[in-house]
């Protein structure tokens, strides 16, 4: 049975995942040379920024997963 927890992450994640999608995708409709003017280094940094917030992303959770891996002993009662 899948959780209510994963149900809402699920539907947010989709949601949440196609606005940046569709953001990105009007975003790249700027490289359109007979609209727009630009230059390599103004690219680079809309490419830098967009890839750093990807990599912070990945990090949030890739640290939730350092929390899970810590090291703890079992302990029994007949420990204690």
Known sequence: MVSKKNLNFKRLAEAR????LAAINNLSKLSNRQNYDYNEK???QIINCLKKEINSLENKFNSQKIIENKFKFNLQ???I
């Open 17 to 20: 995942t196609n606005k940046v």
């Open 77 to 79: 009662e007949k420990d």
């Open 42 to 44: 103004e690219v680079s």
